[in-house]
């Protein structure tokens, strides 16, 4: 029976699918196949050199010498290369290698002295997964910028050296553009012509500049930086505007730039900078001693803070405290007589370093 045609449609839709999935992935799979060949000939290169030294004996009879040089084109040595080429978890490796190991025994033993570049016989000209460096893409063709300098030196070429890529620059940070001749915000051509470019940084209070790296190049100055009578960018002083960007506990350090707020001495309400003698105003605890906020100590005055009984008085920082007097405690809010109980005998062998075992 012929199938319906909902499915034939189904069927028509899925091998589209497949056709443009195989498309992309091929695409994306010239520029790792490239890449896997370029590893079988980098890892043919070091088989090569590594057993350049081998021989059959170590010593140098004429015997030897001749065993020797037939070992240099033996099959076994290239065995030997060969097993070394790829990683045995390698899956794309192990593919192309199974898939070509025939190619590398012709280059082996005919082609190698009339091509003794590999990676050129064997990735570029025989399987054409890869092209010569400077260019990309089926036919080899010269990236943007030309062959000899991609993306004229300040960028990446898309499938340089590969069958794979479209030859679109990726440029270097400083540089945008199709062609990377272009600086960023930030930055500015210090020499430019039609196939050069050199993008130098701007001066760090330029947004933007032209032609020169100081501070009187910029176009437009950065945040935080404000033009002078000669227009040139100079730091904002944040601090000395009317109202000042910091909170009434701190106080204002300018910066090139920019600026900072940090905290004032605890002893301070505002202050103007760091320490208990840059106090605008002396906080509540602490009193104005020639020129710095010091605390007051209550408990010496001549009035008793703590009244309660059994109670003394502590001072601290900015403040001071009541507390019970030795041999009573806090029970809700009075100080009694903490109860006297024999126990250390019992704590005493308890606590002892020579417990005896
Ligand atoms: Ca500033
Ligand atoms: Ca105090």
Not at 27 to 46: E, V, W
Not at 144 to 165: I, L, W, Y
Not at 249 to 265: L, R
């Amino acid at each position: 029976m012929l199938p319906s045609s909902p499915e034939l449609r189904l069927l028509g839709l899925l091998s589209c699918f497949i056709f443009i999935f195989q498309v992309t992935n091929a695409k994306r799979d010239l520029k790792s196949a490239c890449g896997t060949c370029q590893r079988i000939t980098d890892n043919f290169q070091k088989g090569y050199e590594r057993t350049a030294k081998q021989n059959f004996g170590g010593g140098n009879t004429a015997w030897e010498e001749r065993k020797l040089s037939k070992y240099e084109t033996s099959e076994i040595r290239l065995m030997e290369i060969v097993e070394g080429l790829c990683d045995s978890s390698s899956f794309e490796c192990n593919q192309m290698l199974e898939e070509h190991e025939e190619l590398l025994e012709t280059w082996w033993f005919k082609r190698k002295t009339k091509h003794p570049d590999l990676h050129k016989w064997f990735c570029i000209d025989t399987i054409e997964v890869c092209c010569p460096k400077g260019t990309f893409g089926p036919d080899c063709n010269a990236c943007v910028g030309g062959s000899e300098r991609p993306c004229h030196g300040n960028g990446k070429c898309d499938g340089d050296g590969t069958r794979g890529g479209d030859g679109k620059c990726t440029c270097d940070v400083e540089y945008k553009g199709d062609f990377c001749l272009d600086c960023i915000d930030g930055y500015f051509n210090e020499v430019r012509n039609d196939s050069f470019s050199l993008c130098t940084e701007c001066h760090s209070s330029c947004k933007t500049c032209s032609d020169g790296a100081t501070h009187q190049d910029c176009d437009e100055c950065k945040d935080g930086w404000e033009e002078d009578e000669q227009e040139a960018c100079i730091d904002v002083n944040e601090c000395s505007k009317d109202s000042p960007p910091c909170q009434e506990k701190e106080y204002c350090v300018n910066t090139e730039g920019s600026y900072s707020c940090k905290g004032c001495d605890q002893a301070c309400t505002g202050c103007t900078g760091a320490g208990a003698d840059k106090c605008k105003a002396c906080a509540g605890g602490y009193q104005d001693t020639e020129g710095t906020c010091s605390d007051i100590d209550e408990c010496s005055g001549a009035e008793p803070m703590c009244t309660e009984e059994h109670q003394q008085c502590v001072n601290t920082s900015g403040d001071y405290k009541c507390v019970c007097s030795a041999g009573y405690e806090d029970h809700d809010g009075e100080c009694v007589q903490k109860p006297q109980e024999e126990e250390p005998a019992v704590s005493k062998t308890d606590e002892s370093p020579h417990v005896e075992l």
